[in-house]
């Protein structure tokens, strides 16, 4: 095996190998958050809901890359905003605070900063899954055509709204 490992065919069915497994866990994360929130709105098994969360993203793939899009945007900006935010400070505070007798505050103002940039990493995804389930709970509600008796009062006149902008674009 050792020979066969320094061969350019092996390294390079390696490389494909190891992205081809690096593609299918992502594939694989995506329609399993697409099933889980498919399977709080519908209340369908697992497997029911990851191909009706699929068929759905499919049917609306241009808004839900416009969405995601925007979304990474927001999270990068919030991240990094989150982390300049920690940084600038602890820097601050380092620098004005008598009792510390630091005298460059720059390095600890960083980890800190590199600290505060990953805690908001983790809750912007929360924000970020719930805005996706939100989404995806709007996609439903327009796929069903607004059908249904469970609709709370306040929103009937969103559905009327929509029914009269959907009539509209039929005739022209």
Known sequence: MGAAEKTPVVKVMLILTGWLLWLMEHCVKFI????Y????LTSDNFCTAAWNGFTLMLK??????FGNAIGCI????????????????????????PKLEVTQPIPPAIVCGIFGTLIGMCFISIFTYASEAIFQ?????EELRF?????????QEFADIYKQRRECCKCC
């Open 32 to 35: 399993s958050k697409l099933a």
């Open 37 to 40: 929130i498919q399977v709080a």
């Open 60 to 65: 609306n793939v241009a808004r839900y890359g």
């Open 74 to 97: 927001f999270m990068t900006f919030g991240c990094i905003t989150i982390g300049a935010l920690t940084g600038a400070g602890a820097y601050f505070f380092i620098g004005n605070y």
């Open 137 to 141: 709970s709007y996609l439903l509600d």
């Open 147 to 155: 059908a249904g008796n469970n609709r709370p009062a306040d929103m």
